[in-house]
C-alpha cells in the first residue's frame, strides 16, 4: 500500500463514526462514500462499525421500565409535599 | 437547540438546581395548571429511554429506579421552565445526566483514561483482527460478533468510564445529534466527538478482549 493509498483509509476510517451518525457535511460524505466504493477493506471496517453499533442498540433497547415504577413515580408527584 | 437556560460549562455538581436558579424567561413554561396532565401525557412516554439508560448508568436496577424517581420528580419541579415545542426528550436527558452526575460521581473521580492507547488505532482494531481472523480460515462476524451474548454487550458499556458510556448510549442507544449530545452533557461539541471516538474504540476493545478470553479462533497461540 503506498503512501497516500494508506493516507486515504486512515483518513476514511477516522470518519466512519461521524459517516455513521450522518454528521458529515455533503461533500465529506461524498468523499467517505466514494472511498468506500473503492476499497474492500474499509467496507469492511465500516460494516463492523455499524454491526457492533447495531449490537449495542438492540441490546439496551430491548429494556423496559419495570411496570410498577410508573405507578410509583405519578403517586408520588401527587403527594401534597411536592410542588 | 436551546434545551435549557445555559448552565456553566465547568462544574456539574450544581448544574440541575441552576435550572431552577436561573432567571424567569420571558416566555412562559408548562402554566402550573397543566403540568399534571402534561408530565403525564408527554414526560411519561420517555420513561422506558430514560430508565434504560439509568440502568446502564447505574448498573443496577435498584439505583436505575431511584435515579428515575429523582430525575422525574425534577423534571416535575422544573417543567414551568420546560418551552413546549422544544426538544422535550434531550431536556429530560439532561436532567437525568446532571442528576446522574451530583448523585453518583463523587469529586474528582473521573478515571483518567488518558493512557488509553491509540497508538493501534490507525486502522482500527477491525483489520489487526480480520487479518487474524482471515488466517485462520474465518471472518471476524463469525468469529466475535456472531457469538455475543445480550450479557457480554452490556458487561463492556458498562466497563467504559461514566462520560464515556453515556456519550455513547446518548448516540447509538438514543439517537441524539452531537448538539443534542453537547447540550445534554454540559460539553462542547468537540469534546463529544472525542468522547465518542474513544468510548466506542474502548468498547470495541472489551469487546474483542471478552471474544479472545472466551476462546476467538480457538485461544491466542
Known amino acids: ?83 | 437547540m436551546q434545551v435549557v437556560t445555559v448552565v456553566p460549562r465547568q462544574g456539574y455538581s450544581q448544574s440541575a438546581m441552576t435550572l431552577s436558579e436561573s432567571p424567569r424567561q420571558p416566555r412562559a413554561g408548562v402554566p402550573s395548571e397543566e403540568r399534571e396532565s402534561f408530565f403525564e401525557r408527554e414526560v411519561m412516554q420517555h420513561l422506558d429511554a430514560l430508565y434504560r439508560t439509568a440502568l446502564r448508568m447505574t448498573r443496577n436496577p435498584q439505583d436505575a429506579e431511584d435515579l428515575i424517581q429523582e430525575t422525574m420528580l425534577r423534571a416535575f419541579r422544573f417543567l414551568d421552565r420546560f418551552e413546549p415545542g422544544t426538544n422535550l426528550r434531550a431536556w429530560l436527558f439532561k436532567i437525568l445526566t446532571n442528576t446522574y452526575i451530583n448523585r453518583y460521581r463523587k469529586a474528582s473521580s473521573e478515571p483518567r483514561v488518558d493512557s488509553l492507547d491509540d497508538s493501534d488505532g490507525d486502522l482500527s482494531l477491525y483489520r489487526y483482527l480480520d487479518s487474524e481472523a482471515a488466517s485462520r480460515g474465518g471472518s471476524v462476524e463469525a468469529q466475535v460478533l456472531d457469538r455475543f451474548a445480550e450479557q457480554d454487550i452490556k458487561t463492556a458499556i458498562e466497563a467504559l468510564p461514566p462520560q464515556y458510556r453515556i456519550t455513547v448510549l446518548l448516540a447509538d442507544v438514543e439517537g441524539f445529534s452531537y448538539n443534542d449530545i453537547a447540550e445534554i452533557t454540559n460539553v462542547k461539541k468537540g469534546t463529544v466527538m472525542s468522547r465518542l471516538f474513544r468510548g466506542r474504540r474502548l468498547l470495541q476493545k472489551a469487546l474483542i478482549d471478552q471474544a479472545k478470553s472466551a476462546g476467538f479462533a480457538g485461544g491466542k497461540q
Open chain 1, 1 to 83: 500500500m503506498d503512501a497516500d493509498a494508506k493516507a486515504r483509509c486512515v483518513e476514511t476510517v477516522k470518519l466512519l463514526g461521524e459517516f455513521l451518525d450522518r454528521e458529515l457535511t455533503s461533500c465529506e460524505v461524498q468523499t467517505v462514500q466514494g472511498h468506500l466504493d473503492r476499497c474492500p477493506p474499509c467496507l469492511k471496517v465500516y460494516r463492523f462499525e455499524e454491526r457492533v453499533r447495531r449490537l449495542v442498540r438492540v441490546t439496551c433497547v430491548g429494556e423496559c421500565a419495570p411496570s410498577d415504577l410508573r405507578d410509583q413515580i405519578l403517586a408520588r408527584l401527587k403527594r401534597p409535599s411536592i410542588s
